[in-house]
């Protein structure tokens, strides 16, 4: 074993700063092994050990003195009992002097070493324990030990039945252990006094130790033997004040700082704390072992024995494990009779088990550890409940008690002085896992059970700080913002970890390979023993109690199936907390109970919230300063809790988590449509956070962006609610409806605050204008919070989607507003004014509109700052309609307040065109808007047309208007593109066409002169009523609007007609005039197919009657145009006929001609038999022109063959 080494285990690390003589090694060097560890191979049989020292108050190692022989050991040094440098602040505890060790010592360690527990350590435990345990085989004492199980780890204490049933008689406590004990145990119990030669080696191995460390120390005289029966007797006082029982443990009022609780005794009380893995046991070992150093040994233990009395097996075992555990690799021995030195010998640690009359096997004690922590983990299976492992002195058997079942029997649990002990170091062990929990989510179910098994031990009415804190961590191990992938099997949260184990675990079947535990002659002595062992010979056999403590059973984390489930689960932990809280709280004012059957009443709700529409306004102004006085501090608080004590902390903590839950359940139940519980929800945890703010002294940013979050959720709802109204007394009941629970949880709330500093936000309104106006104050108070907060830049999603709602509500209300303007408009009749009442719902719409473009632009949402921006342009078209009916029908002219607005109008949708920038953006918005611009200049341009403004214009200017309005309406009418609104393209443009057709026919008619204006009208309007014929040909939904464009052409080419003097010419106009009407042939087979569709559909009664017209078709517009046909095709094919006739006299042999001459009289005579029939139908009427224009254009194309051959 190297020297480098065997001072590393001992000595501080390097470069660690040594304070007040306390030395802690850091992480990475505890747990490293080659620096810190050692294998012994002793005999040949190989035991691992390694020893890594976790902490140690020892001083600097020192060599020890060597005494001269004859030195007289009862005589006491100069330096006997005093302190010294080279001692250090450990003092006599150093070298052995120290009294017991306390009965909580493992606990001691346990709470300085938390993240060893529950985990990677096997035991906890003081060195003497774990010594006593490994030589029951081969020692006839009594042992007694406490034994507490903390997940995988198990805690052994000394019980020391003496001094426990000592106390017992002087206070009470444990008589039912001293009953039970003298009924089964020994009936004939008393006290045992130590002998005198107890003492006497007490004290001469004390003076043996301060020469050792003292060599140049003079000898004192010997004092007189009543001087020494008053030390021995002051050493026995001491004794027994040093292991005395506290009372049933109190937590201290500060357990979240301090929860050591030093002051009760539950301190590491040990030298040095050690690591030690024997085998493949970890124990965490507490050591008080005198250690020197120096020199040629730079570790060694030093020992006192008598001459006359050899090393037996027992003290053998005993300095073998001492040196195992504190890593020293020698041994030196001073042997002495009568107290006189008589020499020194030096043995090396893997030589002490072959020492003449100290001879065992280290393989054999490897198994008795094996089979010890085997029966312990498979026996003490209990989290919470305490263990005695009993042997009695010369008795080979040992048993093993549940002392917490036996306890429960009588009438206070709490006279078991360990409960408080265990409950805190279940506490804190969750804790500290806790501390931990981002990195490992598989030990929820650990947390849990800890927690769980923490409650469990604890009286409400003594530890509430503790119970309150408990539940919360509860609760915070159900993460609420969990996504739903995480709640299935494969979740960390749900696989078994092989650390976990069960809050309530069955004890494990008997079974003869694992040793039998509950087999006893005598059964009336075994009847309470949870486990025995009938002889201490079994420990010896390799693997009898074989590694069951390895088979675990799994703790699951429960899985929640849902979200309201998991927020449920956290809402009853907060709701236990909170009690326990409030039950601290000692005022004489106190709430009377909630009764879970009567729902709270609600007496804080005034008028203002449904009074005028100034009420919302000033609850908002109110809210808005009482979150800027948050952030300097104000506190109010109605229950008189102090601010900074733990019941405030606390009670913060929990409400803020409750806050958080009903915001996760609000949220839900808005993703299932269930909007009255989804206002429930949130309007509780705006209650929540109502309190909290009354509470808090210091407002958190991540509290207000908590807010911020919630009044957003708040705003989605109210504006869910006014759109689905229909289903309105549904949300009303879930609304109202409200759990045992809930109630519990806002009488808690109660005694802090009024809890209405939202009632302006969670009101459930019936009238729509108001849920708009609260959702958008909802809206505002959360931008307000973030600009006031600085959280804007911190929260940027957040910030960007709080503006997005701002914007959208604004929208929302704007278009209600609109649309009220827009019914009133339509509701006047009598007045032709506008009214004030629609100024002013215009101005509240515009007003929305403007605000909401700002929000959208201020965030570069080009796409709905364009969509606000056309509903702009749509409020613009509202108010120019409104403007129209301010004349007499007969006299009306477009007025300039609609040219106006119109022109407004115009200006809005092309800002929308300018935000989007390319069509790109957004294909379906970028339509949208050019399809309403286009409309607008359409509109505008018809009614120029229709309504022409001739008093205040020239015709001429009139005409230039409407023309540049129809262009630019066409330029953003897009005919070319497939989509769903083609079709309308294209018939908004072929009637762009024929209108400017109409309107250059009317100019040509009615102008006289210039005859280069003229033909450029005439160039003008032939162009159009080409392309409106060919668009509206294109349509087969408007045969009407095509037949009354062909007609208009017809009448064009008359009115050409007129002009011309030679008959050529006019044969001419007419041959193309009867070509259009061959051509309007396509339209009447869309009457024709309409009309005979019309006419199928009826299966009874008369079918005329039945349909006067079809959804598309106008019957009497039909019969109109049909008429104008017919009298139109009379007078052209009347003309053709003179004409052809007059020119068949002056040249004969024209067989073209004599040919059309001959089918136009033909179907001249035929159509004037079809109209003299004033009973035809409308459908015979259409079969005949639909035959007679077939004939038309047969006669046309054989002509036109003839001609050609």
């Known amino acids: 074993m190297g020297d480098p080494k065997e001072a590393e285990a001992e000595g501080p690390p390097a470069g660690a700063a040594v304070r007040g003589g306390l030395s802690l090694l850091s992480q990475g060097e505890s747990e490293e092994p080659s620096a810190q560890g050692s294998a012994l191979f002793l005999g040949g049989n190989e035991v691992k050990s390694r020893a890594v020292v976790k902490y140690s108050s020892a001083p600097p190692r020192t060599a020890f003195a060597r005494l001269e022989e004859k030195t007289d050991l009862k005589l006491p040094p100069a330096n006997w009992l005093r302190e010294s440098a080279k001692l250090g602040p450990a003092g006599t505890t150093i070298l052995g002097n120290s009294k017991k060790s306390k009965p909580f010592s493992s606990f001691g360690m346990a709470y300085g070493f938390i993240d060893s527990v529950g985990n990677d350590v096997d035991v906890v435990s003081d060195s003497e324990n774990i010594k006593k345990l490994l030589k029951i085989p081969y020692s006839k004492s009594h042992v007694s030990m406490a034994v507490h199980r903390i997940g995988r780890t198990l805690l052994l204490d000394e019980l020391d039945i003496q001094e426990l049933f000592m106390r017992s008689s002087q206070t009470g406590d444990w008589t039912w252990l001293k009953e039970f004990y003298q009924r089964l145990i020994d009936q004939k119990w008393q006290r045992k006094k130590k002998s005198k030669e107890h003492w006497y080696q007490k004290a001469i191995l004390s003076k043996f130790l301060y020469y050792s460390i ?138 002490i088990p072959n020492l003449e009359n100290s001879n065992f096997s280290t393989k054999v004690i490897k198994d008795i550890a094996q089979n010890i922590l085997s029966f312990l983990k498979s026996n003490c299976t209990k989290e919470g409940h305490t263990y005695w492992l009993f042997k009695a002195s010369g008795s080979d058997i040992v048993k093993l008690y549940d002392l917490t079942t036996l306890c429960e029997e009588t009438e206070d649990k709490y006279q078991n002085p360990f409960t408080m002990p265990v409950a805190i170091l279940l506490y804190k062990v969750a804790c500290n896992m806790m501390m931990k929990k981002n990195q490992n989510k598989k030990h929820y179910g650990t947390i849990r059970t800890l927690l769980l098994n923490c409650l469990k031990l604890l009286d409400k009415s003594r530890h509430p700080q503790i119970i309150a804190s408990a539940n919360y961590m509860l609760s915070e191990l159900f993460q609420l913002d969990e996504p739903k992938k995480d709640e299935n099997s494969e979740s960390p949260l749900n696989e078994n970890s092989d650390e976990s184990y069960s809050e309530e675990e069955e004890e494990m079947p008997d079974s003869d390979e694992n040793g039998s535990y509950s087999t006893s002659s005598d059964p009336s002595d075994d009847s309470k023993a949870v486990a025995v062992i009938k002889s201490v010979g079994e420990l010896s056999v390799p693997e009898k109690y074989k590694s069951i403590h390895q088979i675990r059973p799994s703790c699951a984390f429960p899985v929640c199936h849902d979200t309201e489930e998991r927020c449920r689960l956290v809402l009853s932990y907060v709701l236990e907390g909170l009690k326990s809280v409030d039950s601290s709280i000692k005022k004489e004012s106190d709430l009377p109970a909630a009764d879970p059957s009567t729902p709270i009443p609600l007496k804080y709700e005034d008028e203002s919230t449904r009074g005028g529409p100034e009420g919302p306004e000033q609850q908002m102004a109110l809210f808005l300063d009482k979150m800027g006085s948050l952030q300097k501090g104000n506190y109010s608080s109605q229950s008189g809790m102090i601010p900074g004590s733990w019941q405030h902390k606390m009670k913060l903590q929990l409400i803020l988590k409750s806050s958080k839950a009903y915001y996760v359940l609000s949220d839900a139940a808005m993703s299932l449509q269930k909007y009255g519980r989804a206002l429930r929800y949130i309007k509780l945890a705006l209650q929540s956070h109502d309190t909290y703010c009354c509470l808090c002294t210091n407002m958190l940013s991540e509290v207000l962006l908590f807010l911020s979050q919630y009044l957003t959720l708040c705003g989605d709802i109210q504006l869910m609610l006014a759109q689905n109204a229909n289903n309105r007394a549904a949300h009303l009941e879930e609304f109202h409806y409200q759990t045992k629970e809930d109630q519990e949880i806002l009488h808690s709330l109660h005694r802090e605050s009024s809890c209405q500093g939202f009632a302006w936000a969670t009101d459930l309104s019936t009238d729509l204008e108001s849920q708009l106006s609260v959702s958008c104050k909802c809206y505002e108070a959360a931008n307000e919070i973030l600009q006031f907060s600085g959280l804007k830049s911190q929260n940027p999603e957040h910030y960007v989607q709080v503006l997005k709602r701002m914007g959208n509500i604004r929208n929302e209300i704007g278009v209600f507003y609109m649309n009220q303007a827009a019914a009133l408009q339509s509701e006047r009749v009598v007045s032709k004014s506008v009214s004030a009442a629609e100024q002013q719902l215009w101005k509240k719409s515009f007003s929305c509109f403007e605000k909401g473009i700002h929000n959208f632009e201020s965030i570069e949402d080009a796409t709905n700052a364009a969509l606000l921006l ?259 095709l009379s007078f052209l094919l009347l003309q053709s006929i003179k004409l052809l006739s007059s020119a068949k006299k002056k040249t004969s042999n024209n067989i073209e ?39 038309l254009a047969t006669a046309g194309s054989t002509a036109s063959s003839s001609a050609v051959q």
């Open 214 to 351: 003292n060599g140049d120390g003079a000898a004192q005289p010997v004092p007189s033997t009543a001087e020494q029966q008053e030390s021995s007797s002051s050493d026995q006082t001491d004794d027994s004040q040093g292991a005395s029982w506290p009372a049933p443990f109190e937590m201290p009022s500060s357990v979240s700082e301090d929860p050591s609780a030093s002051s009760q005794g539950l301190k590491n009380d040990f030298v040095r704390n050690i690591l030690w893995t024997f085998e493949d046991i970890h124990m965490l070992v507490g050591s008080n072992m005198p250690i020197f150093g120096g020199g040629r040994y730079p570790a060694v233990s030093l020992r006192l024995r008598d001459n006359n009395k050899p090393i037996n097996v027992l003290t053998g075992i005993d300095y073998w494990l001492d040196n195992l555990i504190c890593n020293v690799p020698e041994l030196v021995m001073c042997f002495h009779v009568n107290g006189i030195v008589q020499k020194y010998e030096m043995i090396k640690t893997e030589e």
């Open 870 to 1128: 056309c509903n702009t342009g749509r409020l613009m078209r509202i108010c120019a309609q409104a403007h129209c009916g301010a004349g007499d029908e007969f006299k009306r002219e477009f007025s300039p307040e609609e040219g106006l607005y119109y022109n407004k109008a115009i200006d809005y949708y092309l800002k929308a065109l300018r935000s989007l920038g390319t069509r790109d953006i957004h294909p379906a918005v970028w339509d949208s808007v050019n399809w309403e611009l286009s409309t607008t200049y359409f509109t505008m341009a018809t009614l120029q047309q229709d309504y022409a403004p001739l008093s205040r214009k020239a015709q001429e200017q009139i005409e230039k208007e409407v023309s540049e309005a129809m262009m630019k309406s066409l330029k953003y009418c897009d005919v070319d593109s497939v989509s769903a609104r083609q079709p309308l393209c294209q018939y908004r443009a072929a009637t762009i066409h024929h209108r400017l057709a109409s309107m250059y026919h009317s100019c040509l008619r009615n102008q006289v002169g210039d005859e280069h204006l003229r033909k450029q009208h005439r160039v003008l309007a032939d162009l159009h009523y080409t392309k409106a014929t060919k668009l509206f040909q294109l349509l087969k939904d408007a045969p009407c609007e095509l037949l009354r464009v062909q007609l208009e052409r017809v009448a064009f080419a008359e009115f050409q007609m007129t002009s011309q003097n030679s008959n050529v010419g006019k044969l001419k106009t007419l041959s193309g005039a009867l070509d259009i009407m061959v051509r309007t042939e396509h339209a009447f087979q869309l009457i024709q197919k309409e009309l005979v569709e019309e006419f199928g559909q009826p299966k009874s009664g008369d079918a005329a009657p039945a349909a006067d017209a079809s959804p598309s078709l106008s019957r009497e517009e039909v019969m109109k145009l049909l008429s104008i046909f017919e009298s139109r």
């Open 1153 to 1191: 001609e004599d040919t059309v001459l001959k089918t136009n009289k033909h179907i001249y005579s035929q159509l004037l038999r079809a109209t003299a029939n004033k009973s035809a139908t409308l459908l015979e009427r259409v079969n005949v022109i639909v035959h007679l224009l077939g004939q």
